[in-house]
């Protein structure tokens, strides 16, 4: 409630000249995409893109819909994308047009003529998981890999003699998954401050950690966390471009280097099956209803989120209380700093420029003492001018 009545200042003008730019390339790209097609063809519409990708350009049918037509949907376009130009451009279309149609343009709408700020609603029963939800705005979907995402984030400004500095949970579910595992390969890798992907692809491609090149600690990275989410080989294999056979000895050899790792998943589908729930370490239950479901696929994706659950669901435990550790300690301290936004794992506030210094010191104090787990607890703050420039 406090957050969402303090709300968050927005650079109109900022927004408008993004906006203005987005309208531009869209543009472009519509023009890039109707030579590409050989004629003219609307970009919002299935039907007419269905003829022009599979019955004009004969690119292959990779699923259908519920009436028996190709489908275009975001995941056929991407595999589409991998092969052939048209698809490619049809997705940053895409992509660019829901930046546009979601925050460009509709953000300074929704600025309250009172207060000057835009003021999000924060739901608590909404994501199965027990994080916080956004919704109008919804803060916690814009994207921050891609240039375009980062203006928007760039729009969320202090006002003058102020600073947003943003606090977020460094590799937080790798840490709870090192201590609901008990493994001693990633408790030892956390102990000593070490880089966990950087370890990890050490022990899978049998080499010292100093060795390990920048590609082999991206595939490290990959399998870190898709494991998490219950990645197969299949879509390890997808994900990093390689053989199925090459991801599945990956994955076989991971299991062999962190075999607490594999006890904690095959012990949390079993007492999944058995409760119909897990819990997170804070002992909240996530119930799973599909995780006796007849429908092999249904039962399938039940399993992987009984391996997930536990660890979404503590770190949304954790980011809660670490804001209502935050909130307290900005209360009973009597300084003039506010907590405007909580997104995943990460809190931002709007402070005072005198009052920076204390509160770059005592937030990742405060998000860390919030539990003790069998690792270590690591909040790293960043600060700036907007949103932006502190994350």
């Not at 075999?259 to 589908?269: F, I, L, N, S």
């Amino acid at each position: 409630f406090e957050m969402e009545r303090n709300g968050v200042l927005i650079d109109d003008f900022l927004l408008a000249q993004h906006s203005e730019e987005l309208g531009r390339r869209l543009h472009e790209l519509e023009l890039q995409t109707h030579e590409l097609a050989g004629q003219p063809f609307n970009l919002g519409s299935p039907k007419q893109l269905g003829e022009i990708l599979f019955t004009k350009l004969g690119l292959p049918v990779v699923k259908k819909t519920a009436t028996g037509q190709p489908s275009t949907d975001e995941d056929v376009l991407s595999q589409l994308a991998e092969d052939y130009p048209l698809p490619k451009l049809l997705l940053e279309h895409r992509s660019l047009a829901k930046l546009k149609n979601t925050y460009t343009d509709k953000l300074p709408l929704m600025v309250n003529r009172r207060t000057g700020r835009v003021h999000t609603s924060f739901s608590q029963a909404v994501a199965v998981t027990g994080r916080l939800a956004s919704t109008e705005p919804n803060l916690q979907n814009i994207p921050i890999r891609t240039p375009e995402g980062r203006r928007i984030r760039a729009a969320f400004i202090a006002p003058a003699g102020h600073k947003i500095i943003s606090a977020d949970y460094s590799q937080i579910e790798l840490r709870i998954m090192a201590h609901l595992s008990s493994d001693k390969g990633l408790l030892d890798a956390f102990a000593h401050g070490e880089d966990v992907h950087r370890a990890t692809a050490g022990e899978i491609f049998g080499v010292t950690p100093l060795e390990v090149t920048s590609e082999q600690r991206r595939y490290a990275k990959v399998i870190n966390f898709g494991l998490i989410y219950g990645m197969s080989a299949h879509g390890l294999a997808k994900n990093l471009g390689i053989e199925r056979v090459a991801a599945a000895n990956y994955i076989d050899r991971y299991f062999a280097r962190y075999p607490g790792v594999a006890a904690y998943m095959d012990r949390t589908r079993a007492e999944a099956k058995a409760n119909g729930f897990v819990e997170t370490v804070f002992g909240r239950r996530l119930h799973l209803p599909e995780i006796r479901a007849q429908q092999v696929g249904r039962r399938q994706a039940a399993e992987r989120a009984a391996i997930n659950a536990p660890m979404q669901g503590t770190a949304a435990d954790l980011i809660k209380k670490a804001m209502i550790a935050t909130s307290a300690w900005l209360r009973e301290s009597g300084v003039k700093s506010k907590l405007i936004l909580q997104v995943h794992d990460e809190l931002v506030l709007e402070v005072p420029d005198d009052e920076v210094a204390l509160i770059r010191d005592q937030l990742p104090k405060l998000m860390a003492g919030v539990a003790q787990l069998s690792v270590p607890l690591v909040a790293e703050v960043g600060v700036g001018a907007n949103w932006d420039e502190a994350h």
